[in-house]
């Protein structure tokens, strides 16, 4: 996994809270950032499909009740478990956590899956460590993730520098299930991928970096509140035709199943298979995926949620036989881990990993 180097002096800088900095990496950070899991889909609903999405009452919304049905018994036990006595002295992840993963990945040193939620794998050992679990109190959409008590929130944890031009938000939302957003900068432009869920400090901090030109939607599910945003700023929102009625307030509509530079330096990719008119964003080399693709932490490795594919699994596979094409060094996803390596290694991880699924391609062989 490469290195993470600063930009050069003559990039556009973005504000941060304590002033303006261009975006790194600190080196006691890892290499690899990870996003949120998968484990049921978003709030908006799909359209009729032959190929898997249901009338009526959407796919995503009745997976997504049937995860949270599940999670007041494992609530109630961990209530139960809980030790009221300390529960004020020590970083903890509270019952109110229904498991979409956002932390684990954000910080995948610091959280980890237990008893069907997260919880921290154990205290804060380090300034790095402080930082990143206050960063799980802005990610976490149901605030879980609770401080002890009196301690002070630092500033200038979010919109959190990846890489190179790229920011994620922070701020998720409940109703994307937790996913992850980020803000980038192509061509002069800067763009939202995705939504968070509305925040002053977001407002703030993007009106100080001149505002917002476009917000790319990769997909219906992880909309949240990107039409806010967009009314605040001006913003042109954009989304594919076959998920446009989960953004009926876009302003542009992407169409066909051909990748094509839709914007200057923005390459949409369309990637049919989570949902009908999922969408990848390729700006320079960083692959924004939406939940079409994403890096397993346990695997060491690329991967993607056949659970969750809410309307085709093999057209997905097909989908994302397209990448081979595509030179990225950096996958930022909405759901599930991200990675940075450099492109010749990226595309070695994508060809394992289309290796490994080719029995459910139909003529793949």
């Not at 684990?104 to 154990?122: C, D, K, M, V, W």
């Not at 701020?171 to 192509?186: E, F, V």
């Not at 909405?334 to 139909?362: N, Y």
Request: proline fraction near 5%.
């Amino acid at each position: 996994m490469s290195t993470i180097h600063a930009p050069m002096s003559n990039e556009r800088l973005w504000p941060n809270s304590g002033g303006w900095r261009s975006a790194h990496i600190d080196k006691k950070q890892p290499k690899t950032l990870a996003l949120a899991s998968r484990a049921a889909g978003g709030a908006n609903p799909e359209r009729v499909s032959s190929r898997g999405q249901t009338k009526g009452t959407s796919v995503l919304n009745r997976a997504k009740m049937l995860s949270l049905n599940r999670l007041p018994n494992i609530n109630r036990e961990r209530a139960m478990a809980e030790d009221k006595s300390d529960v004020d002295d020590h970083w903890h992840v509270s019952a109110a956590c229904f498991n979409c993963g956002a932390v684990r990945t954000a910080a995948p040193n610091l959280f980890i899956e237990r008893n069907g939620a997260s919880a921290f794998a154990h205290q804060p050992a380090s300034e790095q460590e402080t930082e990143d679990a206050w960063r799980g109190v802005l990610v976490c959409p149901v605030a879980a993730v609770r401080p002890p008590k009196g301690l002070k929130m630092p500033a200038g944890l979010f919109p959190q520098a990846l890489a190179p031009g790229v920011w994620r938000l922070g701020y998720n939302a409940r109703s994307s299930y937790g996913a992850h957003s980020y803000i980038t900068l192509a061509g002069g432009l800067r763009l939202m991928i995705d939504g968070s869920r509305w925040s002053s400090h977001l407002e703030r901090w993007i009106a100080e970096a001149g505002g917002l030109d476009h917000i790319l939607l990769t997909h219906r599910d992880d909309v949240a509140d990107a039409g806010i945003y967009a009314k605040r700023f001006g913003a042109r929102v954009w989304i594919h035709a076959d998920d446009a009625d989960g953004a009926p307030f876009a302003t542009d509509v992407i169409t066909g199943d051909l990748a094509h530079e839709m914007l200057p330096g923005v390459r949409v990719i369309p990637m049919a298979g989570h949902t009908r008119g999922s969408v990848m964003f390729l700006v320079n080399e960083a692959l924004f995926s939406g939940d079409s693709l994403c890096w397993d932490f346990e695997r060491h490795a690329l991967r993607a949620f056949r659970d969750v594919c809410w309307y085709d699994w093999p057209t997905q596979l097909r989908s994302l036989e397209r990448l081979v094409h595509e030179s990225f060094s950096g996958v930022f996803a909405g759901h599930g881990g991200s990675i940075i390596l450099d492109a010749p290694t990226m595309q070695r991880e994508l060809r394992a990993f289309l290796d490994t699924v080719k029995a459910d391609i139909p003529g793949a062989g």
